[in-house]
């Protein structure tokens, strides 16, 4: 029933932007960056561009904070502190995006529109691909911290002994053993932050702009894929390409997503099998 | 030897000032919403609707959103529960092969993974196809939809994690599969089903894009499934840009009972599970 159902909001979502593509090819979809669908321009091109920028930047950022950061918890810290930290970010996952998206409104677009943009010379309204990205970054956080501590912990304690008692210190034993060790999984857990990343919708459509433009600097305002999406929703209704053009966007979306949660989701098991034979 | 030392006093600085910076992300969000959020919440704010439209500024608080939230939530939790639990109790070894079990947990963590969005989408869809405008009801079923794949996941990894041993026991004694579940494996699962449930209730309860196509928003409490509702996050996201400050303050203090909300079912989660687990057998 379960997989019946993912099948299921495939098809529908196949089926409802097929009328679409039944009059544009997709080539001309992807390829073309005019938004314009009262006008019947439905140039997705901007809009791929826009989520790509926003979730690449985030995760420029987030991927090496986060690796970093688990890194201490699961290897510098012992104990109670070890398991206070990871319930910390387990509450950290648990915040609402719209929490987050509200906080960033308040603290972070301000600071843009004033202080960050006019250091670089230009004008923004603070609403734009900086800010939505920096938000993501702070969001996806405890999902790869999460995921990451969990592997280092699986590396078997004996492969660290072994390292100390041939003379490496305690910083290369981590590097040159454990990180070796871990990064297939330290791998699969990127790709899960990027799965979530991707489909992030409210803070995002809250920070982004929304504005299916090709953006030329971080200061621009762009759309995301579910950021239009959650836009656009009222107005959707009313033509029927635009409707179509919509659940194409869906399509898009939870298409990138599944491919990046599969992948995550084999890797990891990968990881897994890989571990256990080793302790075993 | 020198270099080494340097790179290993470089690389724990900035492990440290990663986690300092996750950290301070954490506080941050907090008090930004206990400043802005506490002055705003009074009495009036948490018992009354608004009274002059929610674009209009004017009195009134965000009881709407409030009811409208706990409305959704719960009954898209129990929902939910009543699926999630007959699915993650198939899912396990006396009933499912190993093939098919591994298989649909597959599909569970692929759907776990699938942005709030799409479920909306799909809801939006499938309310246009039966002719159900924007309702309590739609937004119960979006959340559900949501909720299912987190629940029957890790309800499945406490049910699985109960020792073989104590299954077999129990069909020693004569109880059937059925009778060995619903006594035995659950029982002792408890910690686990129930911290499943208030997961999925605390990502339930603060999801928006879910809810936003298929809920509505209005500024009365609904009177039955198939008025629109108002919930907190819609709330937060509708109101949080008004150029009016009277109308900003209704989304801060929208923010603070949500946060709030979710943090205490955090925090209740580890209690409950703690507590709970002393009635497990080790």
Request: hydrophobic letters at 55%; one cysteine or more; charged letters at 10%.
């Amino acid at each position: 029933m379960v997989c019946a159902f993912l099948a299921l909001v495939v098809l529908i979502l196949v089926f409802k932007s097929s009328y679409l593509l039944g009059q544009r090819s997709l080539a001309d979809l992807l390829l073309t960056t005019d938004w314009n669908p009262p006008r019947g321009r439905f140039g997705l091109l901007p809009i791929i561009a826009g989520s790509v920028y926003v979730t690449g930047l985030a995760m420029v950022v987030a991927v090496p904070v986060s690796v970093l950061a688990s890194t201490y918890i699961a290897e510098y810290m012992r104990g109670a502190a070890q398991h206070v930290m990871k319930s910390f970010v387990d509450v950290l996952a648990g915040i609402p995006s719209v929490v987050y998206g509200m906080c960033a409104i308040i603290v972070l677009v301000p600071l843009v529109r004033d202080v960050v943009a006019p250091a670089f010379g230009v004008n923004s309204t603070g609403f734009c691909v900086l800010s939505a990205a920096a938000v993501l970054a702070v969001m996806v956080f405890p999902i790869i911290i999460s995921v990451c501590v969990d592997i280092f912990r699986a590396v078997p304690q004996e492969t660290r002994e072994a390292s100390l008692a041939v003379g490496a210190t305690k910083w290369e034993t981590t590097k040159l053993v454990v990180f070796r060790a871990a990064l297939p999984g330290v791998f699969s857990a990127v790709l899960l932050g990027l799965g979530r990343a991707f489909g992030e919708t409210i803070a995002v459509a809250m920070l982004v702009g929304n504005l299916p433009r090709m953006p030329a600097s971080l200061f621009d305002s762009a759309a995301t894929l579910p950021s239009l999406i959650a836009s656009t929703y009222g107005e959707m209704m009313s033509i029927p390409l635009y409707d179509s053009a919509m659940m194409l966007l869906a399509l898009i979306l939870i298409l990138i997503v599944l491919a990046f949660n599969y992948l995550a989701g084999l890797i990891k098991k990968r990881f897994e099998r890989l571990q256990l034979g080793e302790s075993a | 030897m020198r270099r080494g030392r340097i790179q290993e006093a470089a690389f724990t600085f900035l492990m440290v000032s990663s986690l300092a910076l996750v950290t301070a992300t954490l506080v941050g969000i907090v008090a930004v919403v206990l400043i802005k959020g506490g002055p705003a919440l009074s009495v009036d704010m948490i018992t009354e609707t608004p009274t002059a439209g929610y674009y209009l500024g004017g009195g009134g608080g965000i009881l709407n959103a409030i009811v409208g939230s706990l409305w959704l939530a719960l009954s898209a939790t129990a929902l939910a529960f009543v699926v999630s639990i007959a699915v993650a109790t198939y899912l396990q070894r006396e009933f499912s092969t190993p093939r098919l079990a591994n298989a649909v947990r597959t599909v569970l963590e692929l759907l776990w993974g699938v942005p709030s969005i799409v479920y909306g989408v799909i809801c939006f869809v499938i309310m246009v196809f039966v002719g159900l405008g924007t309702s309590l009801l739609a937004g119960i079923v979006a959340l559900t939809l949501l909720e299912v794949p987190i629940m029957t996941r890790v309800m499945d990894e406490s049910l699985s994690s109960v020792p073989p041993e104590l299954k077999v026991s129990a069909h020693v004694l004569g109880s059937n599969r059925a009778e060995t579940s619903v006594r035995v494996v659950w029982r002792q699962a408890a910690p686990g089903l129930v911290s499943a449930v208030l997961l999925a209730f605390g990502r339930g309860i603060g999801d928006a894009a879910s809810i936003l196509f298929t809920a509505g928003f209005t500024d009365f409490i609904p009177r039955s499934v198939l008025d629109s509702a108002a919930a907190l996050p819609t709330m937060i996201f509708f109101l949080s840009t008004s150029p009016l400050p009277e109308v900003r303050e209704r989304a801060y203090a929208a923010a603070f009972v949500l946060l709030a909300l979710v943090l205490v079912i955090s925090v209740a989660s580890r209690l409950l599970t703690h507590k709970l687990s002393t009635y497990v057998v080790k």
